[in-house]
């Protein structure tokens, strides 16, 4: 959706911001940076400036730390979507787990066509799911992949867009699909209330749900 994650850059530790240097230097990448909506192709990004504020990549250990609390079936059965991916590094993350297939949705042209050469000249990885791609979309108005989801914000835009794109992706369900929600720096849990959920893990720095609404059980 909005390419943009909104996170409070004072909240990454200085030890953090130098794990993901050195990600970046041991794969080859282009993923540890902080830059403003407003300067990112803003004549292409229509009313995100209203609902995102700034790009900065998830902590390596977070996103680990996140993931590993999804049960191990869900996912073998469900297909990784990144709303928000930025330049690509949760999903190069995600790929070291064995996901049917791995999604990023970002809005920035520019971030955009990083994260594609982040994916393509990644090295070093031990890739357990080698589906990865990145489209250019809002994702609020995207079409999702049918079946089980697993969906990663790291807090990318405000209240209302956060419930359009998580009733987009609710309601566009089938009776059996599940759709599982990691949320970091959740400052808009609040949101998921109107779709009902069950909180499977919480850290300190996030939390992941089942969700729950109409065409889900």
């Excluded at 080859?28 to 990112?40: N, R, S």
């Excluded at 929600?181 to 400052?187: D, G, S």
Aim: net charge negative.
């Amino acid at each position: 959706m909005f390419a943009v994650a909104t996170t409070n850059t004072a909240s990454v530790s200085n030890g953090e911001r130098s794990a993901g240097r050195r990600f970046d230097r041991e794969h080859g990448v282009t993923t540890q940076a902080i830059l403003f909506l407003d300067d990112l192709d803003p004549e292409f990004v229509g009313d995100a400036h209203a609902h995102a504020t700034h790009y900065e990549p998830i902590p390596v250990a977070d996103f680990r730390a996140l993931v590993s609390a999804l049960p191990g079936e869900v996912v073998r059965t469900s297909t990784f979507i990144d709303v928000g991916a930025g330049m690509g590094r949760a999903l190069l993350l995600a790929s070291t787990s064995p996901f049917k297939h791995i999604i990023g949705i970002e809005v920035s042209p520019g971030l955009h066509q990083v994260a594609k050469e982040n994916l393509s000249q990644a090295r070093g990885i031990t890739q357990l799911c080698r589906d990865l791609r990145v489209v250019r979309a809002d994702a609020r108005l995207w079409t999702y992949p049918p079946g089980d989801l697993v969906v990663f914000l790291y807090n990318p835009f405000d209240e209302i867009a956060l419930a359009q794109c998580i009733g987009a992706i609710v309601h566009s369900r089938l009776p059996d699909d599940r759709v599982h929600l990691i949320y970091h720096t959740p400052v808009h849990e609040a949101a998921l209330r109107s779709f009902g959920y069950d909180e499977l893990a919480r850290h300190p720095f996030g939390a992941v749900f089942r969700l729950h609404g109409s065409g889900q059980i």
